[in-house]
């Protein structure tokens, strides 16, 4: 994956996305955690080709099932804004899980996230008024 990183940065070497996406994805496909997330990022930003979310949220997935917790926050992203904008939808209990996981890694994007999860459940009243209040507390002292 750091030959993708290089070209993708254009450290040592010229920008070249083309080259950046084959050398990434051949990590990915190996089973590179941090290829498969950024060739979720490619997917998704459409460097080198048009976006494809389905793809990144496949990359995005096999990278947050072992554990790398920037790929657990941006799957659960991915799912939890599927045109754009937060909403409740199929895949909410996904992002839902896949954000959690991230929290319990300390990412500290996934609080924020979190926490509005918890209020577009169509449900949500107090208990996870209470417990959104608590994320952003607890991503607050981790600025401090």
Known sequence: CCLGAC???GEGVQVDHAQALRWTRAAAEQGDAAGQSYLGVYFQAGMG????HAQAVRWYRAAAEQGLAGAQYALASLLAHPMGVLT????HPEAMRWCRAAVDQGHHA???????????LPHAGADEAREAAELLCRAHELDA
Do not use: I, K
């Open 7 to 9: 070209y993708a940065m």
């Open 49 to 52: 080709g048009q976006e494809d």
């Open 88 to 91: 409740h939808t199929e895949s």
């Open 110 to 120: 996934a609080f924020a996230l979190h926490a509005r999860l918890l209020l577009v």
